[in-house]
């Protein structure tokens, strides 16, 4: 029995670019829509369980609420569908499931000061929940802006001197301004004319990241240069500790003069963080960390409303009707919450000050529980590691460490504000990201969800193909194969003669 003839040469041709056809680019964004939805229907059905607990009805002001969130979020997703279509498809839905948790909570609060009112016989409130979507609105329209007119982001490099500048006057200015347009609760972070307020400290920390970022490409020798070794260690050269010294000595001003804590320990520890991942090297982080601990000492040691933030963070309940009242009575809420929470409508989160600003985490732990607090950290901790993901996968310098600031600023920012409300670290006064009520927060949050899609987009969407202008070498005929098919077609000739 003879064995099968082995097939021709032109029996399997090979594809056009010499090796199999490379899948089509999926883009994610049908799963995008289906998370969406499912935010969506979490937020509305918690609106429904807030209002059966609080009216014991359903009033028609869920459904203006609702369609204002669907048609928000979908306008969004068109966007992003269009001008960003490789960005991480989990990006826009976590945001909007945090957004919809924070419009809930607000409502819940907004429902609960309504009593109040009526109960006391003062004028009713108007809702902040109205006004959180109205912000919302606004933070959608920059986030939309951002993605159709930053059609590359490497081009903020080029400018990244100008907006260092302008993020750093932003900073300072409630610092210059009286007391009656810049301070609130003791702390001069806003800027307060007729008819508007601004905290400009919520996008100077974009601006600045966007400069540290541009500097650290630029003069990673500078970084990079060989110190002094110490432990194993090598630490950095004195002469270039100039820009992370000028960094703490702004830090300290705001600390000083706008008793402003939160900020500065998030302004520093993020550039802190840009320079350990563009350097590699423990010896800035030590640095850092000395600088940090003496600013500490010399701010504790010089200024009284600094020793008055530690003492209260330290002996909450010595002063319980005045310095301790807020984080004592958030200890109380957190612990009436338990594992589980009272539900939805059921707590009482309104006796906590702030509750739907810095102190929104614990109307969550209260009303939802240890469970639902750490879900609700859960969804942050996913968006700050595929934002961290996207520094992995980006090509550029640029774009890794921008993608590594603004995914670790938002780290930061949930961390000091989880640990004041829980008493691990002393009160700050920053706002929960996406979740807790205010415009300059929610604007300058959206702008750096916008910024890290494009970051996204350019990191996985797929490499340009490059034309082929002759044939692939695996389907080039060899001199002998071209011999033989001449031989072929001669031999047919003379039988067909």
């Known amino acids: 029995?003879?064995?099968?003839?082995?097939?021709?040469?032109?029996?399997?041709?090979?594809?056009?670019?010499?090796?199999?056809?490379?899948?089509?680019?999926?883009?994610?964004?049908?799963?995008?829509?289906?998370?969406?939805?499912?935010?969506?229907?979490?937020?509305?059905?918690?609106?429904?369980?807030?209002?059966?607990?609080?009216?014991?009805?359903?009033?028609?002001?869920?459904?203006?609420?609702?369609?204002?969130?669907?048609?928000?979020?979908?306008?969004?997703h068109l966007a992003v569908r269009r001008f960003a279509p490789f960005s991480d498809p989990l990006l826009l839905p976590i945001v909007a499931l945090l957004n919809g948790i924070g419009l809930v909570l607000i409502h819940r609060v907004d429902l609960a000061d309504e009593q109040t009112a009526a109960y006391n016989d003062w004028p009713?409130?108007?809702p902040d929940a109205n006004q959180q979507v109205l912000w919302t609105a606004f933070g959608i329209a920059l986030f939309v802006g951002l993605l159709v007119l930053l059609r590359d982001y490497r081009t903020l490099a080029r400018y990244s001197y100008t907006l260092g500048l302008v993020g750093l006057v932003a900073l300072v200015i409630p610092a210059l301004l009286p007391s009656a347009l810049s301070e609130?609760?003791?702390?001069?972070?806003?800027?307060?004319?007729?008819?508007?307020?601004?905290?400009?400290?919520?996008f100077a920390k974009i601006l600045l990241i966007i400069f540290f970022a541009s500097v650290l490409v630029a003069k990673r020798e500078l970084f990079t240069a060989a110190g002094k070794h110490v432990f194993g260690m090598e630490l950095p050269r004195a002469r270039d500790l100039g820009p992370i010294l000028a960094v703490w000595f702004v830090c300290l001003i705001v600390l000083v003069f706008e008793k402003d804590l939160g900020t500065s320990l998030l302004i520093f520890a993020t550039v802190l963080a840009l320079l350990?991942?563009?350097?590699?090297?423990?010896?800035?982080?030590?640095?850092?960390?000395?600088?940090?601990?003496?600013?500490?000492?010399?701010?504790?040691?010089?200024?009284g409303h600094v020793r008055v933030r530690v003492a209260t963070w330290l002996h909450p309940?010595?002063?319980?009707?005045?310095?301790?009242?807020?984080?004592?009575?958030?200890?109380?809420?957190?612990?009436?919450?338990?594992?589980?929470?009272?539900?939805l409508g059921s707590g009482r989160p309104s006796q906590v000050p702030f509750a739907k600003t810095d102190f929104i985490v614990a109307t969550i732990g209260e009303e939802l529980g240890l469970i639902g607090l750490t879900a609700v950290l859960m969804l942050f901790a996913i968006f700050v590691v595929r934002g961290l993901r996207t520094a992995l996968a980006v090509r550029?310098?640029?774009?890794?460490?921008?993608?590594?600031?603004?995914?670790?600023?938002?780290?930061?920012?949930?961390?000091?504000?989880?640990?004041?409300?829980?008493?691990?670290?002393?009160?700050?006064?920053?706002?929960?990201?996406f979740v807790s009520y205010g415009g300059s927060s929610l604007l300058a949050n959206y702008a750096l969800l916008a910024l890290l899609v494009k970051v996204s987009d350019a990191a996985r969407a797929p490499a340009p193909a490059r034309r082929r202008e002759q044939a692939p070498i695996a389907d080039a005929p060899t001199e002998m194969i071209r011999e033989r098919e001449h031989r072929q077609q001669a031999s047919a000739r003379g039988e067909t003669a």
């Not at 309940?317 to 005045?322: I, L």
């Open 1 to 76: 029995m003879s064995a099968p003839a082995p097939p021709s040469a032109g029996a399997f041709p090979s594809p056009p670019g010499g090796f199999a056809p490379a899948p089509p680019p999926t883009t994610r964004r049908n799963t995008e829509a289906l998370l969406l939805g499912g935010a969506v229907v979490i937020t509305t059905a918690a609106l429904m369980l807030v209002e059966a607990s609080q009216d014991q009805e359903i009033t028609w002001d869920l459904a203006k609420l609702g369609l204002a969130y669907l048609a928000l979020f979908g306008v969004a």
């Open 124 to 126: 009713i409130p108007s």
């Open 184 to 202: 609130t609760n003791g702390a001069k972070i806003w800027i307060r004319l007729p008819g508007f307020s601004l905290q400009p400290g919520e």
């Open 276 to 303: 350990y991942i563009a350097t590699e090297r423990v010896g800035w982080v030590i640095v850092g960390s000395l600088l940090l601990t003496l600013g500490f000492f010399i701010a504790y040691n010089s200024f």
């Open 317 to 343: 309940f010595e002063d319980y009707n005045n310095t301790g009242y807020q984080i004592s009575q958030s200890l109380f809420g957190l612990a009436t919450g338990g594992l589980a929470g009272t539900g």
């Open 396 to 433: 550029d310098s640029f774009g890794k460490l921008l993608a590594a600031g603004l995914s670790f600023t938002i780290a930061v920012q949930v961390f000091v504000v989880v640990g004041g409300v829980t008493k691990l670290i002393p009160l700050t006064g920053l706002t929960t990201p």
